[in-house]
């Protein structure tokens, strides 16, 4: 976990070969500190710290906090007669109290109790420590006090409420940006096989650093303490005259760990490896790398890479990459996982004119991510947007609840490649045939705000755009032409971009018209016709942005014989000079160099223009898009719930639930069914239609059946005779269910992702809901402007409003829906898949008529980090 002087701490589970250096940790406490724990002098012995020594997580669980080997805090909760409570206590070497590590311990602890039922945490807390009584109040939880028998005590409920989890993002916040602050403001720099040799990679290096004219100092590091680019060499960072605050390794990958090693003895928080021969070669680089984070975390470090190209920043004027370029200074953050492509990046940049705030290659990622950088940049006074290129998501819901908050205050861009494993399971419900690792990131991307580029081209463009024009109002757009076929391809890019081009106000027609010969059209797009030139560009684009109807303008050339591409984009940089806060963007067709003008916004094609800009209009459509909250339900039943799948699991490590099973489970969440009985021959089948009323629906009860598939299913049954009839063709066991009807029939589900976590899916239901296809997703947990968004939009939008003449459905009663399946398929990691198909919507309510639920033996994802 990370401290908020941006220090690393590790915590794990005692184990007995602990004894001795628990004994140690307790013996070098205070009187104060020891007394303020055990409310007493307590004989330190290995009799003291043996309960601590083996946690079962259940009963009792314990975290020790390491660093540098040596124990420094010890956390605890036992739980309580009542199950659901648990006392709760914690204690910090005295040299390390004050740094947050209290807080911290009772975040993660919290964390591990809550998993296996624990609800409240209880502790007695002496009224004179005033320290431990400050955690309790600073960690986010509501908590009560009560001064009883000479001590205080603490009740506090653990829910992970958005209270609670607002205080964590925060920590996490300040922590993060101050374990990152010397990569990007270091003021000295070591580079670890710095050579004199050009050629090398250590040796390009730090000649780049040399020729940026780095504002601190750099200090080549080498086993001959060679002199490298005129600048005095040491053969060790152990001789350098003080611990640098950023150390970049450029040693083979064998000796990374000895070099590495070294600077984290001398002081140097901050390394970056540049080194390949990783994880990204196979098992035995995986383990080097392990051993590379255990030993940076051992001494409170933070680590880039390793296998990456390095890290560039323009504040300091540093470049510490091995690349051929320096960095154009700008408003731009980029962080890539792929060195390859960052260097793409970079001279894709150069050539359009975007300057960059800082650059920073990741590499294998072992450590610092791009959720690190997020944190980072989002304060970073000289970042005005955010670039990503992704491979892979380390942990995407703690980037979308950081991406969410950024993306309010600075553009975030992102190019996402690849796509994740969804694992081995077979995709036997309708909401796991839809889902896919594309449908899990375009979600988790919307919702957070993320501008998704689909290409390098789009990344750049978008980039050029946003960090130089203004947002556009709205998606009302003007075309400026001196070719009509231009223009018409123009408009056909905006309509497929979700941008209209309106009739130009009377006004602004009439203000052409004197501008531009007879011939021209002054409708949108307006056709200036080939005989313009700089002059006529200059006195028409004002008068198109004066108009009140549009929110941007694209403004298109093609090189006839009387105009040239330089005069008219120097006349359109002028004429932009004052865009009334509208966005121009050009699309100037130049042979050689496209042509280059003060506050001109160029793109190679008209579809490009159009294209971004519709990326422009999404970027302020979500920023005019309220953050919304979860909503508290009533009528959940967790323990209920659980209940049902830990009876299902004494059975089987993967399968389906019983139809008494689901039902169970679904009423548990408050999630509405339709009634029905089960039957076992045809005679009880007619039973319970001539009870629950006819017409009657029989269905095959066997667990997880595709019952239009396979014929397990007979649907409006108007006599007692058609429902033996039915159940004898279609055997036992069955269920027998009152024929609904109602607005529209829909798909509601949860699927669990491996990387992403629960998908909350709703579309068109039925037996068309895949074919159809039209099913969306988001990411639990779900807001109510989450729920909103997928009740009303797409084609289940269409059928919620009323389809050709049917009533409107009860959309409240269809977000509710989806706010408990969010709220299941976060409680409930072991449902693998559940899909409700269909659930029939009226004006009055909804109901779930079929259901088929999939439980697996949920494992815990080992984490090497928890922020």
Same mark, same amino acid.
């Given at each position: 976990?990370?401290?908020?002087?941006?220090?690393?701490?590790?915590?794990?589970?005692?184990?007995?070969?602990?004894?001795?250096?628990?004994?140690?940790?307790?013996?070098?406490?205070?009187?104060?500190?020891?007394?303020?724990?055990?409310?007493?002098?307590?004989?330190?012995?290995?009799?003291?710290?043996?309960?601590?020594?083996?946690? !079962? $997580?259940?009963?009792?669980?314990?975290?020790?906090?390491? %660093?540098?080997?040596? @124990?420094?805090?010890?956390?605890?909760?036992?739980?309580?007669?009542?199950?659901?409570? &648990?006392?709760?206590?914690?204690?910090?070497? !005295?040299?390390?109290?004050?740094?947050?590590?209290?807080?911290?311990?009772?975040?993660?602890?919290?964390?591990?109790?809550?998993?296996?039922?624990?609800?409240?945490?209880?502790?007695?807390?002496?009224?004179?420590?005033?320290?431990? %009584?400050?955690?309790?109040?600073?960690? #986010?939880?509501?908590?009560?006090?009560?001064?009883?028998?000479?001590?205080?005590?603490?009740?506090?409920?653990?829910?992970?409420?958005?209270?609670?989890?607002?205080?964590?993002?925060?920590?996490?916040?300040?922590? &993060?940006?101050?374990?990152?602050?010397?990569?990007?403001?270091p003021a000295s720099v070591a580079v670890l096989g710095a050579s004199r040799r050009r050629e090398s990679i250590g040796g390009l290096l730090f000649r780049n650093i040399i020729a940026g004219e780095f504002e601190g100092v750099a200090h080549p590091v080498n086993p001959a303490g060679d002199a490298v680019a005129a600048v005095r060499g040491y053969g060790s960072v152990a001789e350098l005259p003080q611990a640098p605050d950023l150390g970049v390794v450029c040693v083979p990958a064998q000796h990374v760990l000895a070099s590495v090693e070294d600077a984290l003895r001398r002081g140097t928080r901050a390394i970056c490896v540049i080194s390949a021969g990783f994880a990204e070669v196979g098992e035995e680089g995986r383990q080097r790398q392990n051993e590379l984070l255990a030993l940076v975390r051992a001494h409170g470090g933070r680590l880039v890479g390793p296998n990456c190209l390095g890290i560039a920043v323009s504040a300091p004027r540093l470049n510490a990459t091995f690349g051929p370029r320096a960095l154009p200074s700008g408003p731009v953050a980029f962080s890539s996982q792929s060195g390859a492509l960052g260097l793409a990046l970079l001279e894709k940049a150069e050539e359009r004119g975007i300057g960059l705030s800082a650059f920073v290659s990741i590499g294998n990622k072992a450590d610092v991510s791009s959720n690190d950088l997020l944190e980072y940049w989002e304060d970073d006074?000289?970042?005005?947007?955010?670039?990503?290129?992704?491979?892979?998501?380390?942990?995407?819901?703690?980037?979308?609840?950081?991406?969410?908050?950024?993306?309010?205050?600075?553009?975030?861009?992102?190019?996402?490649?690849?796509?994740?494993?969804?694992?081995?399971?077979?995709?036997?419900?309708?909401?796991?045939?839809?889902?896919?690792?594309?449908?899990?990131?375009?979600?988790?991307?919307?919702?957070?705000?993320?501008?998704?580029?689909?290409?390098?081209?789009?990344?750049?463009?978008?980039?050029?755009?946003?960090?130089?024009?203004?947002?556009?109002a709205g998606r009302r757009v003007g075309v400026i032409t001196n070719a009509g076929g231009l223009g018409i391809l123009c408009a056909d890019a905006c309509e497929?971009?979700?941008?209209?081009?309106?009739?130009?106000?009377?006004?602004?027609?009439?203000?052409?018209?004197? @501008? =531009?010969?007879?011939?021209?059209?002054?409708?949108?797009?307006? !056709?200036? %016709?080939?005989?313009?030139?700089?002059?006529?560009?200059?006195?028409?684009?004002?008068?198109?942005?004066?108009?009140?109807?549009?929110?941007? @303008?694209?403004?298109?050339?093609?090189?006839?014989?009387?105009?040239?591409?330089?005069?008219?984009? =120097?006349?359109?940089?002028?004429?932009?000079? !004052?865009?009334? #806060?509208?966005?121009?963007?050009?699309?100037?067709i130049a042979e050689g160099d496209p042509p280059t003008a003060p506050g001109l916004t160029n793109f190679a094609y008209p579809e490009?223009?159009?294209?971004?800009?519709?990326?422009?209009?999404?970027?302020?459509? $979500?920023?005019?898009?309220?953050?919304?909250?979860?909503?508290?339900?009533?009528?959940?039943?967790?323990?209920?719930?659980?209940?049902?799948?830990?009876?299902?699991?004494?059975? #089987?490590?993967?399968? $389906?639930?019983?139809?008494?099973?689901?039902?169970?489970?679904?009423q548990a969440y408050g999630i509405p069914v339709v009634p029905e009985r089960s039957a076992a021959t045809p005679d009880e089948a007619a039973e319970a239609a001539a009870e629950l009323g006819l017409p009657a629906v029989v269905k095959s009860a066997e667990p997880g059946a595709h019952k239009t598939e396979t014929g397990g299913i007979a649907l409006g049954l108007a006599t007692t005779d058609e429902v033996r009839e039915a159940a004898e063709r279609i055997g036992p066991p069955l269920i027998v269910q009152p024929m609904l009807e109602g607005?529209?029939?829909?798909?509601?589900?949860?699927?669990?992702?491996?990387?992403?976590?629960?998908? @909350?899916?709703?579309?068109?239901?039925?037996?068309?809901?895949?074919?159809?296809?039209?099913?969306?997703?988001?990411?639990?947990?779900?807001?109510?402007?989450?729920?909103?968004?997928?009740?009303?939009?797409?084609k289940a939008g269409e059928l919620v409003r009323g389809f050709r003449g049917k009533p409107a459905a009860d959309k409240q009663a269809l977000t509710d829906l989806l706010h408990r399946l969010s709220r299941l398929g976060e409680e409930l990691r072991e449902v693998a898949e559940l899909d409700l198909n269909p659930v029939i919507a009226s004006p009055d309510g909804c109901v779930a008529v079929d259901a088929r639920i999939r439980v697996r033996r949920a494992e815990a994802a080992p984490r090497t980090k928890t922020w």
């Open positions: 976990m990370l401290l908020r002087d941006g220090t690393t701490l590790r915590l794990r589970a005692p184990t007995p070969a602990d004894s001795e250096p628990l004994v140690e940790f307790f013996d070098g406490l205070s009187e104060q500190s020891a007394y303020y724990r055990f409310h007493g002098f307590p004989t330190v012995s290995e009799q003291l710290v043996a309960p601590f020594l083996q946690p !079962d $997580w259940h009963e009792q669980g314990h975290l020790l906090g390491e %660093l540098g080997g040596r @124990v420094i805090a010890l956390a605890s909760y036992v739980r309580l007669r009542d199950p659901t409570a &648990a006392e709760c206590a914690f204690v910090v070497a !005295d040299d390390f109290q004050r740094r947050g590590i209290g807080t911290r311990l009772l975040e993660r602890l919290a964390e591990r109790a809550a998993a296996v039922g624990i609800e409240r945490f209880v502790a007695q807390v002496l009224p004179e420590n005033n320290q431990m %009584l400050g955690v309790f109040q600073a960690v #986010g939880f509501e908590s009560t006090r009560r001064l009883e028998g000479g001590t205080v005590e603490v009740e506090f409920r653990i829910e992970a409420t958005e209270t609670y989890l607002g205080r964590v993002d925060e920590r996490d916040h300040l922590a &993060a940006v101050a374990s990152l602050r010397p990569f990007f403001a006074p000289g970042t005005g947007l955010i670039a990503l290129y992704l491979e892979s998501f380390g942990n995407p819901r703690r980037f979308g609840r950081i991406a969410r908050r950024v993306a309010r205050k600075k553009p975030i861009l992102a190019m996402k490649s690849g796509t994740t494993t969804t694992g081995a399971r077979a995709a036997s419900s309708h909401t796991a045939a839809l889902a896919g690792s594309e449908a899990a990131v375009d979600a988790l991307f919307h919702q957070a705000g993320v501008i998704r580029a689909r290409t390098l081209e789009e990344l750049i463009d978008a980039a050029a755009l946003l960090a130089s024009q203004p947002l556009p497929a971009a979700g941008l209209e081009l309106p009739a130009l106000a009377p006004e602004t027609e009439a203000a052409l018209q004197p @501008v =531009l010969p007879a011939e021209a059209s002054v409708a949108n797009p307006i !056709d200036m %016709l080939g005989s313009a030139t700089g002059a006529t560009y200059e006195r028409v684009l004002p008068i198109v942005l004066a108009d009140p109807g549009l929110d941007a @303008v694209i403004v298109l050339f093609v090189p006839p014989v009387v105009a040239g591409a330089d005069e008219v984009a =120097l006349a359109v940089g002028r004429a932009s000079s !004052d865009t009334k #806060g509208k966005p121009v963007l050009t699309s100037i490009s223009a159009a294209r971004t800009l519709g990326i422009a209009a999404a970027r302020a459509e $979500w920023l005019r898009r309220p953050a919304g909250s979860v909503p508290p339900l009533d009528g959940v039943e967790t323990a209920r719930a659980r209940g049902v799948i830990t009876d299902a699991l004494a059975s #089987g490590e993967d399968l $389906w639930l019983r139809p008494d099973q689901v039902r169970k489970l679904l607005s529209a029939e829909l798909l509601a589900g949860v699927v669990q992702d491996p990387v992403f976590g629960p998908l @909350v899916a709703f579309g068109p239901g039925g037996v068309f809901a895949e074919l159809i296809g039209q099913a969306e997703f988001r990411i639990a947990p779900l807001t109510d402007v989450d729920a909103n968004e997928l009740v009303q939009g797409g």
